[in-house]
């Protein structure tokens, strides 16, 4: 049964109030509509979602736990966000484990898995085309995360989705920017190929490339948004 306060937030069989309020208050610090340095306000919050105090208070734990907030005394919960080093940081282990997941989807890999991932690459040609921004970005979200359930790791893919979630904000702006939505796309047909191959060397230092490709490319955008930050200071 669903139980809800207030009209706000709801939480269905299963669920918990606190996860829903961790939920909203996360993806509003990863997608940028709360910045950092921003105060988290029990009473306020509670107010806003409907809720009791409660539930916002261990939201805000959970949130210290991932090292979104801080805690400060005599402030309250200042949110962190994800800075330059959290993106970078988060680039260099992709290239690790993301690259592992690859050789093991290879190396797993049936006739059912080659035919739904090469239907996402066509797709995501199909609307790179058809100049669907949005569509595109979710496909490539599906690409990663399809090879993530191929590598059959729960642990792997459950590490994967949450660095993928860290900085989602980030991978829409550097799929977005002009020539690398291209690049990208062609590069996901090389992993394509090598993983519908079952070459799992070939799939793995094909990812690897890939990230390290999109993280020159987010090194520029940063560069870029530093720039305007201080002009307009």
């Known amino acids: 049964m669903a139980k809800q306060e207030a009209g706000g937030i709801t939480a269905g069989a299963g669920d918990s109030l606190s996860n829903r309020v961790f939920e909203q208050l996360e993806e509003g ?26 539930p916002v208070r261990e939201a805000i ?27 970078l940081d988060v680039y260099a282990i992709r290239t690790y484990i993301e690259g592992l997941a690859s050789r093991w ?4 890999i049936t006739d059912e898995k080659r035919g739904k991932l090469r239907e996402i690459v066509d797709l995501q040609e199909f609307y790179y085309i058809k100049s669907y921004e949005e569509q595109i970005s979710e496909m490539d979200s599906r690409f990663h ?6 590598c059959e790791s729960r642990r792997l893919e459950h ?12 991978r829409k702006q550097s ?3 002009a020539g690398r ?8 047909r090389l ?6 191959a079952g070459d799992g060397d070939e799939a793995e230092r094909q990812t690897v490339g890939h990230i390290n490709n999109a993280r020159e490319n987010l090194i520029v955008l940063l560069e870029k948004e530093s720039s305007a930050n201080g002009e307009r200071e």
Do not use: W
């Open 29 to 54: 610090i990863l997608d940028g509509s709360i910045q950092p340095g921003e105060n988290l306000n029990e009473l306020k919050l509670s107010l806003e979602m409907g809720v009791s105090r409660t």
């Open 191 to 196: 992993i394509l190929e090598a993983i519908c």
């Open 145 to 150: 995360e399809t090879i993530f359930s191929y």
């Open 175 to 177: 799929i977005a920017e």
């Open 61 to 87: 734990r959970m949130l210290e736990q991932k090292n979104l907030v801080r805690l400060v005394p005599n402030k309250g919960a200042v949110v962190l966000g994800v800075d330059r080093k959290d993106l």
């Open 159 to 170: 590490m994967l989705r949450d660095l993928h979630h860290m900085i989602q904000r980030y």
């Open 105 to 108: 989807a290879a190396e797993r």
């Open 181 to 188: 939505t291209e690049k990208a796309i062609a590069e996901h």
